[in-house]
Protein backbone atom coordinates (compact mmCIF):
# COMPACT_ATOMS: atom_id res chain seq x y z
CA UNK A 1 0.00 0.00 0.00
CA UNK A 2 1.33 3.53 -1.11
CA UNK A 3 0.80 6.23 1.69
CA UNK A 4 1.13 9.77 2.01
CA UNK A 5 1.39 11.47 4.93
CA UNK A 6 0.71 15.02 5.34
CA UNK A 7 1.85 16.44 8.68
CA UNK A 8 3.64 19.99 9.29
CA UNK A 9 5.21 18.70 12.78
CA UNK A 10 8.53 16.99 12.06
CA UNK A 11 8.49 14.43 15.28
CA UNK A 12 4.99 13.50 14.73
CA UNK A 13 5.72 12.79 11.12
CA UNK A 14 8.16 10.41 11.27
CA UNK A 15 6.16 8.72 14.29
CA UNK A 16 3.62 7.70 12.43
CA UNK A 17 5.71 6.46 9.54
CA UNK A 18 7.04 4.44 11.83
CA UNK A 19 3.92 2.88 13.28
CA UNK A 20 2.81 2.53 9.94
CA UNK A 21 5.68 0.40 8.75
CA UNK A 22 5.43 -1.53 12.09
CA UNK A 23 1.96 -2.70 11.73
CA UNK A 24 3.45 -4.06 7.74
CA UNK A 25 6.48 -3.34 6.92
CA UNK A 26 5.36 -3.50 3.24
CA UNK A 27 3.83 -0.53 3.00
CA UNK A 28 5.40 2.11 0.81
CA UNK A 29 5.40 5.78 2.39
CA UNK A 30 5.70 7.76 -0.70
CA UNK A 31 6.60 11.08 1.06
CA UNK A 32 5.97 13.23 3.96
CA UNK A 33 4.14 17.37 2.58
CA UNK A 34 4.20 19.43 5.83
CA UNK A 35 1.92 21.85 3.96
CA UNK A 36 -1.53 22.87 1.87
CA UNK A 37 0.83 23.90 -0.91
CA UNK A 38 3.38 20.89 -1.07
CA UNK A 39 0.15 18.48 -0.51
CA UNK A 40 -1.79 20.04 -3.51
CA UNK A 41 1.25 19.63 -5.54
CA UNK A 42 2.48 15.99 -4.58
CA UNK A 43 -1.29 14.97 -5.25
CA UNK A 44 -1.55 16.94 -8.91
CA UNK A 45 2.27 15.65 -10.01
CA UNK A 46 3.38 12.38 -8.35
CA UNK A 47 3.01 9.02 -10.97
CA UNK A 48 2.64 6.75 -8.53
CA UNK A 49 -0.49 5.23 -7.16
CA UNK A 50 -1.59 6.63 -3.50
CA UNK A 51 -3.56 4.45 -1.94
CA UNK A 52 -3.87 6.27 1.77
CA UNK A 53 -3.52 9.45 3.02
CA UNK A 54 -2.66 10.15 6.80
CA UNK A 55 -3.62 13.97 6.83
CA UNK A 56 -3.62 16.41 10.25
CA UNK A 57 -5.78 19.14 9.96
CA UNK A 58 -3.92 21.82 10.74
CA UNK A 59 -1.26 22.53 8.80
CA UNK A 60 1.55 25.46 8.42
CA UNK A 61 -0.35 27.10 5.41
CA UNK A 62 -3.88 26.56 6.58
CA UNK A 63 -6.86 23.55 7.11
CA UNK A 64 -6.29 20.34 4.85
CA UNK A 65 -9.00 20.14 3.93
CA UNK A 66 -8.14 23.04 1.59
CA UNK A 67 -6.74 20.35 -0.13
CA UNK A 68 -9.36 19.52 -1.40
CA UNK A 69 -10.73 22.36 -2.81
CA UNK A 70 -7.53 22.56 -4.83
CA UNK A 71 -7.34 19.73 -6.50
CA UNK A 72 -9.45 15.85 -6.71
CA UNK A 73 -8.84 13.64 -3.84
CA UNK A 74 -10.31 10.06 -4.28
CA UNK A 75 -8.02 8.59 -1.90
CA UNK A 76 -9.35 7.50 1.40
CA UNK A 77 -8.11 9.63 4.34
CA UNK A 78 -7.28 8.66 7.93
CA UNK A 79 -7.23 12.09 9.62
CA UNK A 80 -4.83 12.72 12.52
CA UNK A 81 -5.24 15.65 14.72
CA UNK A 82 -5.53 17.10 18.52
CA UNK A 83 -8.75 18.99 17.46
CA UNK A 84 -12.09 17.31 18.10
CA UNK A 85 -14.48 19.72 16.47
CA UNK A 86 -13.45 18.31 13.02
CA UNK A 87 -15.21 15.44 13.33
CA UNK A 88 -17.89 15.62 10.79
CA UNK A 89 -16.58 17.65 7.58
CA UNK A 90 -13.33 15.15 7.86
CA UNK A 91 -15.87 12.47 6.86
CA UNK A 92 -17.34 14.18 4.53
CA UNK A 93 -13.93 14.62 2.92
CA UNK A 94 -13.34 10.46 2.02
CA UNK A 95 -12.60 9.96 5.78
CA UNK A 96 -12.39 6.30 7.39
CA UNK A 97 -11.05 7.33 10.88
CA UNK A 98 -10.16 10.13 12.75
CA UNK A 99 -7.61 9.34 15.71
CA UNK A 100 -6.78 12.09 18.11
CA UNK A 101 -3.43 13.28 18.88
CA UNK A 102 -1.16 12.00 20.79
CA UNK A 103 -1.59 8.65 18.79
CA UNK A 104 -0.10 5.86 19.67
CA UNK A 105 0.79 2.16 17.78
CA UNK A 106 -2.75 0.23 18.19
CA UNK A 107 -4.57 3.47 17.42
CA UNK A 108 -2.99 3.38 13.43
CA UNK A 109 -3.05 -0.41 13.86
CA UNK A 110 -6.75 -0.47 14.52
CA UNK A 111 -7.09 2.35 12.15
CA UNK A 112 -5.69 -0.10 9.18
CA UNK A 113 -8.37 -2.56 10.50
CA UNK A 114 -10.80 -0.64 9.66
CA UNK A 115 -10.11 0.20 6.01
CA UNK A 116 -9.36 -3.76 5.51
CA UNK A 117 -12.75 -4.31 7.00
CA UNK A 118 -14.49 -1.40 4.65
CA UNK A 119 -11.99 -3.00 1.61
CA UNK A 120 -13.65 -6.48 1.89
CA UNK A 121 -17.31 -4.88 2.54
CA UNK A 122 -16.50 -3.09 -1.13
CA UNK A 123 -14.75 -6.26 -2.78
CA UNK A 124 -18.53 -8.16 -2.04
CA UNK A 125 -19.62 -5.67 -4.65
CA UNK A 126 -17.92 -7.35 -7.85
CA UNK A 127 -18.40 -10.85 -7.45
CA UNK A 128 -21.97 -10.50 -5.84
CA UNK A 129 -23.55 -12.94 -8.60
CA UNK A 130 -20.66 -15.31 -8.10
CA UNK A 131 -21.37 -15.19 -4.44
CA UNK A 132 -25.25 -15.41 -4.24
CA UNK A 133 -24.69 -18.20 -7.30
CA UNK A 134 -22.78 -20.42 -5.31
CA UNK A 135 -25.09 -19.85 -2.09
CA UNK A 136 -28.03 -21.17 -4.10
CA UNK A 137 -25.83 -23.79 -5.41
CA UNK A 138 -25.25 -24.91 -1.86
CA UNK A 139 -28.74 -25.19 -1.13
CA UNK A 140 -29.45 -27.34 -3.86
CA UNK A 141 -26.51 -29.43 -2.64
CA UNK A 142 -24.04 -29.04 -5.35
CA UNK A 143 -21.40 -26.19 -5.03
CA UNK A 144 -20.37 -24.14 -7.60
CA UNK A 145 -16.80 -23.52 -7.53
CA UNK A 146 -14.20 -22.60 -10.28
CA UNK A 147 -11.80 -25.71 -11.14
CA UNK A 148 -9.02 -23.59 -13.09
CA UNK A 149 -7.74 -20.19 -14.60
CA UNK A 150 -6.35 -19.22 -18.08
CA UNK A 151 -3.05 -18.08 -18.60
CA UNK A 152 -1.35 -16.72 -21.40
CA UNK A 153 2.15 -18.23 -22.75
CA UNK A 154 3.28 -17.78 -26.40
CA UNK A 155 0.26 -16.43 -27.49
CA UNK A 156 -1.53 -19.33 -26.06
CA UNK A 157 -3.93 -19.55 -23.89
CA UNK A 158 -4.21 -23.25 -21.59
CA UNK A 159 -5.94 -24.09 -17.81
CA UNK A 160 -3.90 -23.79 -14.77
CA UNK A 161 -5.98 -26.11 -12.78
CA UNK A 162 -6.47 -24.58 -8.98
CA UNK A 163 -5.85 -27.90 -7.17
CA UNK A 164 -2.19 -27.93 -8.51
CA UNK A 165 -1.62 -23.70 -7.52
CA UNK A 166 0.63 -23.84 -4.68
CA UNK A 167 1.02 -19.98 -3.82
CA UNK A 168 -0.42 -17.13 -6.18
CA UNK A 169 1.70 -13.85 -5.66
CA UNK A 170 1.00 -9.98 -6.44
CA UNK A 171 4.73 -8.93 -7.91
CA UNK A 172 5.64 -5.67 -9.56
CA UNK A 173 1.44 -5.40 -10.47
CA UNK A 174 1.44 -8.52 -11.85
CA UNK A 175 -0.34 -11.74 -10.58
CA UNK A 176 1.26 -14.90 -10.83
CA UNK A 177 0.12 -18.70 -9.68
CA UNK A 178 3.09 -20.77 -8.37
CA UNK A 179 2.29 -24.30 -9.29
CA UNK A 180 3.71 -27.51 -7.59
CA UNK A 181 5.73 -28.40 -10.37
CA UNK A 182 7.71 -25.28 -9.84
CA UNK A 183 6.39 -23.46 -12.76
CA UNK A 184 4.86 -19.85 -12.20
CA UNK A 185 2.63 -18.09 -14.78
CA UNK A 186 1.07 -14.83 -14.89
CA UNK A 187 -2.20 -14.58 -15.16
CA UNK A 188 -4.32 -11.02 -15.67
CA UNK A 189 -6.67 -10.91 -13.23
CA UNK A 190 -6.69 -8.85 -9.92
CA UNK A 191 -5.41 -10.71 -7.05
CA UNK A 192 -9.32 -10.03 -5.20
CA UNK A 193 -11.10 -11.49 -7.70
CA UNK A 194 -8.84 -14.62 -7.97
CA UNK A 195 -9.19 -14.78 -3.99
CA UNK A 196 -13.08 -15.01 -4.40
CA UNK A 197 -12.71 -17.68 -6.76
CA UNK A 198 -11.00 -20.08 -4.27
CA UNK A 199 -11.88 -22.62 -1.13
CA UNK A 200 -11.20 -20.60 2.08
CA UNK A 201 -10.42 -23.74 3.79
CA UNK A 202 -7.63 -24.66 1.16
CA UNK A 203 -6.47 -21.11 0.45
CA UNK A 204 -5.68 -18.16 2.73
CA UNK A 205 -4.47 -14.73 1.61
CA UNK A 206 -1.73 -14.05 4.44
CA UNK A 207 -0.64 -10.99 3.19
CA UNK A 208 -2.53 -8.09 0.34
CA UNK A 209 0.24 -9.82 -2.03
CA UNK A 210 -0.20 -13.35 -1.16
CA UNK A 211 -2.36 -16.50 -0.97
CA UNK A 212 -1.20 -19.68 -0.04
CA UNK A 213 -1.83 -23.15 -0.71
CA UNK A 214 -2.52 -25.50 2.99
CA UNK A 215 -1.15 -28.05 0.97
CA UNK A 216 2.06 -25.88 0.28
CA UNK A 217 3.44 -25.40 3.70
CA UNK A 218 6.22 -26.56 4.94
CA UNK A 219 7.21 -25.00 8.06
CA UNK A 220 5.97 -21.57 9.74
CA UNK A 221 8.25 -19.79 12.36
CA UNK A 222 7.95 -16.42 14.11
CA UNK A 223 9.31 -13.32 12.79
CA UNK A 224 9.82 -9.98 13.70
CA UNK A 225 7.14 -7.69 14.82
CA UNK A 226 5.32 -10.53 15.76
CA UNK A 227 4.38 -11.84 12.28
CA UNK A 228 4.85 -15.02 10.72
CA UNK A 229 7.05 -16.44 8.01
CA UNK A 230 6.32 -19.60 6.17
CA UNK A 231 8.38 -22.12 4.36
CA UNK A 232 6.61 -23.29 1.31
CA UNK A 233 7.58 -26.59 -1.00
CA UNK A 234 7.70 -24.71 -3.78
CA UNK A 235 10.20 -21.26 -4.28
CA UNK A 236 8.42 -17.85 -4.51
CA UNK A 237 10.25 -14.32 -5.29
CA UNK A 238 9.27 -12.79 -2.40
CA UNK A 239 8.97 -14.39 1.29
CA UNK A 240 6.04 -15.46 2.65
CA UNK A 241 5.22 -13.46 5.52
CA UNK A 242 2.15 -13.23 7.33
CA UNK A 243 1.21 -9.87 8.19
CA UNK A 244 0.82 -9.01 12.00
CA UNK A 245 -3.33 -8.27 11.76
CA UNK A 246 -3.75 -11.72 10.32
CA UNK A 247 -1.78 -13.94 12.32
CA UNK A 248 -4.36 -15.49 15.21
CA UNK A 249 -6.48 -16.32 12.13
CA UNK A 250 -3.40 -17.98 10.00
CA UNK A 251 -2.62 -20.32 12.61
CA UNK A 252 -6.26 -21.20 13.34
CA UNK A 253 -6.70 -22.12 10.00
CA UNK A 254 -3.89 -24.03 9.69
CA UNK A 255 -4.80 -25.68 13.09
CA UNK A 256 -8.44 -26.31 12.01
CA UNK A 257 -8.94 -25.86 8.21
Known sequence: MNILIIEDEPRTA???????????????VLGICDSVESTVQFLQTSTQRID??????????????????KTPVNTPVIFC?????HLLEA???????????????KDIEQAFRKLDQLRSSLLLAPSLPAR?????????GEKATQSSFLV?????????????IAAIALEKEVVYLYTFDKDKHAVFRPIDDIESALNPQIFFRINRQ??????????MEPFFNRRVIVTLKVPTAERPLVSRLKVPTFLEWVEKG
Open 52 to 69: LLFMDIQLADGSSFDIFQ
Open 132 to 140: IQQALASHG
Open 81 to 85: TAYED
Open 91 to 105: FKSNGIDYILKPFHE
Open 210 to 219: MILNRDAILE
Open 152 to 164: KFREKMYPVAIRD
Open 14 to 28: RLLKEFILAVDDTHV
